[in-house]
């Protein structure tokens, strides 16, 4: 065999030796992924928050499935629910990774803490994110998860720390001298578990209702009657601190108002004039939450009631029905009831008074003055999905009493009063 044949024969072996050692290189590289079990999460929606998490973890670990957890215990003839009999199952595993976790709280508001532990129970790091729901938490739980892993490992694996010299203590003060710190000594707030109010719910919708208003004594001749029409509202409802963990979450503020345009009606000589109606309200006050089942809110409010029609005089002293603009003070109650967990059905009710500081241009028939009053009520059910769409319907009742003063003595006292059905529909958060 000749100099160069040899050579060549020679870098063909090389060669070959170097590929073998490749392929048997590889499946070494493919077991070079850290072991990690993913435990049973707790509480609401606990089982899509793990399987969120294990999505986050099986790029970068080799997750050890949990009927493996069973059967290494069956084999080893270990208890799993002793923190020793857990870390003999999984070091037995081979696993350096033991991850869990739990959600606190319910919808969209809850949230979501993964924990990483080592095989002897010592927790080495944990993340809070979002609730499990939706893409958006699940993909937020993914990536908490990723993120403690990796810094668990990074635990793990960390250098022990050189040892340092430790200067000698200086003699504590006497325990009379030393302020105690509230803020240390203070408890946390459990928060878990409790109905918590959206921070905004705002809706809007149609309200159907009626009027029926007389004057007296001749209730007959000076009096105005509409059938069912429609009109637009909008409501918002706010709860600015309903996350805090104090008193302070029962704070309330509410607006709401509507109106209706392009509507008309029979005047008493047949002919149709135009009519249209407007109100706008707001409300401050305090909500009380009882046995996570009742909201209970006080309020103060002030607002305007407007029903315009076009007037009509015939004869002096004896014009078609006058419009009304009463401005009021509310002092009002309120309660919601949860039927249903995490809000999906709640029953709604309220009762308010009216008292009216200006009854607008019906207040001639009392040229020497007007005493007037008003109450209202609502029944109705509401709900809210973990999206946050949110609806409510209500059957409603409102009057007002009116007395007048003076002449003419055609106005001695009236009534305006009508039943109303309310269908809205928004978002709350």
Known sequence: MTQARRILVARLVSALCASLIALAAIPALAQTRPRAVVLRFEGWRAEQARRAAMQGLEQGYELVPEQALVDTASRLGVDVSTPEGMATVVESLHVELVVGGFVEGTGRRATTTVWVMDIRGNELTRRTTSAPSGRGGTQDIASAASEAAAEGIAVLHRPPPEPIEVAPAEPEPDAREVAPDHHMMRDDVDVSGRWNQPIVRALAGLRIRNR?????????????????????????????????????????????????????????????????????????????????????????????????????LPTPGAPDFASTLYTYIRPAVQGRIRLVPDSVLVAELGFGGRIVVDSGPIQYLGPDGTSNGGIDLFLGLAGQLDIGFSWAARFAYQSYFLGFSGMPAVAESGTDESIQIWLMVGWSF
């Open 212 to 312: 029926t208003a007389a004057i007296s004594p001749n209730a007959e001749q000076h009096r105005f009657d509409a059938d069912f029409f429609p009109d637009i509202q909008l409501a918002v409802e706010l709860r600015p601190l309903a996350l805090a963990p104090g008193a302070e979450r029962g704070l309330y503020f509410a607006v709401s108002g509507g109106f209706s345009a392009g509507l008309s009606y029979v005047r008493r000589d047949g002919q149709v004039r135009d009519m249209m109606t407007y109100d706008f309200e707001v409300d401050a006050g305090y909500g009380l939450v009882l046995a996570e089942m009742v909201e209970l809110v006080l309020s103060a409010g002030f607002g305007i009631d407007g029903f315009e029609l076009s007037e009509w």
